[in-house]
Nanobody, 123 residues
Framework: QVQLVESGGGSVQAGGSLRLSCTVS???????MAWFRQAPGKEREGVAS????????YYADSVKGRFTISRDNAKITVYLQMNSLKPEDTAMYYC?????????????????WGQGTQVTVSS
């Protein structure tokens, strides 16, 4: 069984940076992986996705140019580098894996989820 463990969340001021990590353990089949986020009272939002090789990446319009997703397949870890953070980036961030195919931003197409890591950006 695959388990995902996120880390790297925290509190920063607007304009700051954070780097989230998602480490995979267990029986792992290399697939697309993604980061999602959910703020209180809002729907879950796809933030970024990365292909199995790491060559292809996809981003929500709201984070393009500020966030970078990457993966280290040797370490079985996916990263989300977040720069120029804004208060509206405040949310719980989740790592997702075991992608079934289809639009990368649809959370229902991912089978395995981490517990989440909180990101809080103050103005």
């Amino acid at each position: 069984q695959v388990q995902l463990v996120e880390s790297g969340g925290g509190s920063v001021q607007a304009g700051g940076s954070l780097r989230l990590s998602c480490t995979v353990s267990g029986t792992y089949s290399r697939t697309y992986m993604a980061w999602f986020r959910q703020a209180p009272g809002k729907e879950r939002e796809g933030v970024a996705s990365v292909s199995p090789s790491g060559m292809n990446t996809y981003y929500a319009d709201s984070v393009k140019g500020r966030f970078t997703i990457s993966r280290d397949n040797a370490k079985i870890t996916v990263y989300l580098q977040m720069n120029s953070l804004k208060p509206e980036d405040t949310a719980m961030y989740y790592c997702a894996a075991d992608f079934r195919g289809g639009p990368w931003y649809r959370g229902d197409l991912y089978k395995t989820w981490g517990q989440g890591t909180q990101v809080t950006v103050s103005s």
